[in-house]
């Protein structure tokens, strides 16, 4: 069995083996330092990736202040900005391939799933330059003295922080959104995961972005702390652990800086006792462990009717207990490996807490047995779990499942609601309006019925612990914009709208 065909000196280039993005050109960095990354299907090292420095970090962060404080693009038109943006989601789409490559060589995503999420960045891309090229970011209203102008205005530099399970399709939401706005950014990029944005940063180069309009480099947590704190950054938009959002949040708090949070999640399926079991079934499933449960959204715990429980439970986990876990690099594979050591060995402490804390196990439950080398973990599904229970109260972030049992829409609600997130979630009934009913009272930013849809004219985000603000659709938008209001003594004739 081919576990490793990914070769990253002939797919990548030097610039994005070995340099960062800095102020348009690109730059060795200020140390030595490296990060070797490890592939998840072998645990084998396969290539060695420079760290940014507090140095570094302060180039990139000197570079954007420049180009927002004296450069071209926060004095654009929306529609100027809209053709850079054009460009970019062009360059991205001659780079659909190795985009995919990249994800499942640094973190194990199946190659299928990989090929089918790609194409987020460009939809994103093509979305904010339709909407920066119809956008208001002016408008005038009268006043008692005469009139104001409303003028959204660019936030500034903005930090731009994701994790590592989805960087591409993240970036996407969030560069597409702030350059769009008229912002300048710094990007760090997460030490698991440095190829995707450095792919980026090609792609604007080739679109002719303006120098210090987007800076790319790699760093850790210590030096991302430092980019946060920095004073002229204006916002961050951060993806990634709760934990994580709230030092962020804290940091940013100390001057004001903006910030959006996208968190962790715990969301819940409701499947209503109307719901036929198999179209339920096909729709479900693969949105409990998509990227073996390694994605936000993942819809964790399963609700399903007392008198439907052991019918159900019995169907979905056959389900599950039959999905071909192999090699990410086979097109064939429905669950690849964890990302990393560090993620194999959270999620097998989390099975042991459902087992020890009395949950039913109806399929997996270890280490994959068919594996010797990566980072497998058998698809896992807990029946019986009540809502005390670790297993349903923590994000895992793994194949891990739980299916509650409830009395009646009122239990499911409540049990639903019964998290500190509110991130995702999905109900699924036979009735579309019955199902939109129980839809609205989920404390959660999304909810779809009968099945689970995102788009990029749709905000996305977290009630609760999973987040602040939203990315996506003009709400996305707004986030990288301050609105300014200018009062005029007399009218004059109205600006040409940008
Ligand atoms: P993480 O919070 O550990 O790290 C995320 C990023 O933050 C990384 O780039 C990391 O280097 C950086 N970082 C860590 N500490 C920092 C600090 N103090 N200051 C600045 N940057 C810092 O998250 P993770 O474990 O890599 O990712 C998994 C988490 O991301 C899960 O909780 C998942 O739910 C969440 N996530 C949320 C969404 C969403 O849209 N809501 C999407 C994907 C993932």
Redesign the pocket.
Known sequence: MSTYSFDTQSELNENVLSRFYVNGRWVLPGTSETVTLIAPSTGQPFVRVPLADAGDVDRAVDAARKAFDTGPWPRMSGGERAAYLRRMSVALASRMTILSRIWTAQVGAPIGFADMFVPTATAMFDYYAELASTFAFEETRPTRAGEARIIRQPVGVTAL??????QLP?LGYKLGAALAAGCTVVI?A??ETPFDALVVAECAHEAGLPPGVLNVIT???ER??H??AKREVDKVS????????K??AKACADRMARVTL????KSAAIVLDDAELSPTLAALAPVTMPFSGQ??FAQTRILVPRIREREFVDAYSAVIGSLKVGDPWDVTTQVGPLASRRQLDRVLGYIESGRNEGARMTTGGGRHPHFDAGFYVEPTVFACVTPDMTIARE?I?GPVVSILAYDDIDHAVALANNTDFG?SGTVFSGDVERGYATARRIRTGNVSVNGLEMSPNVP?G?FKQ??IGREGGPEGLNAFLEDQAVYLPVSSPRPAQE
Do not use: H
């Open positions: 922080i994701a994790p590592w399970n989805a993240i760090k997460p030490p760093a850790d947590a991302g702390a980019l946060v951060f993806t990634g652990s709760t934990s994580t959002g030092a962020i996208e968190l962790g999640g994605i936000c994000e972030f991130l996305f977290g999973s987040g």
